[in-house]
């Protein structure tokens, strides 16, 4: 039999129920600022000029919420987004709980193969703005903890290339703590244009 009594701290938490309304209040707040960034993203002159692959756009953005990554209460908003079972091309925004948001650029097959030369080349660009490289095999890993991402500015230029070279899919990333909460619309719009300037610009 699984211990079901309630330690002391548990007990004085089940017995307040505002501190669920004040997390849900939040939660609705994150998902009205993901509402704020799709329409600034979709604004964005980047967007308008960037050669997406065909009905991408109208696709639309995605914003999903649920309350187990890694145990806690997380919001995505997929926009741009194409997902198929060959390819991704996709710009990923997430608030996760405790912890910070994170916007991540996902390129797989085609797409991957499309722009990998350009990544590549874009080395000083991703170092110099702090982006991060994804590591692991698995591509649904989302967040910055157990050495799941590397700072670019740590690879050397071929280190890099070479990263890029071997991989089947590439992410790219950036976290923002909750103290950038004001500012987080216009610095991910940032990044995102940064992000599909690398893919154009091969030097």
Wanted: aromatic fraction near 14%; hydrophobic fraction near 45%.
């Amino acid at each position: 039999m699984e211990n079901v009594s309630l330690t002391a701290e548990e007990r004085a938490l089940v017995g307040n129920a505002g501190w669920i309304y004040l997390k849900n209040n939040v939660l609705e707040k994150v998902v009205l600022l993901m509402g704020q960034l799709h329409e600034a993203l979709r604004a964005a002159p980047a967007t308008h000029t960037f050669p997406f692959p065909a009905g991408m756009l109208e696709a639309g953005g995605k914003i999903s919420r649920g309350e187990r990554y890694r145990e806690l209460p997380y919001v995505i908003l997929d926009y741009p987004r194409l997902f198929s079972r060959d390819n991704i091309f996709a710009f990923r925004t997430m608030f996760w709980w405790g912890h910070y948001f994170i916007a991540t650029l996902h390129l797989a097959g085609e797409e991957k193969e499309k722009y990998g030369h350009a990544i590549a080349s874009a080395w000083q660009l991703l170092a110099e703005n702090q982006f991060q490289v994804y590591l692991l095999e698995d591509p649904w890993q989302h967040d910055f903890e157990d050495g799941n991402y590397k700072l670019i500015s740590a690879f050397s230029e071929l280190e890099f290339k070479q990263l890029v070279a071997r991989c089947s899919f590439i992410k790219l990333a950036r976290p923002y703590s909750f103290e950038e909460w004001g500012k987080i619309v216009p610095e991910i719009v940032r990044d995102y244009t940064l992000l599909l300037r690398a893919l154009i610009s091969i030097s």
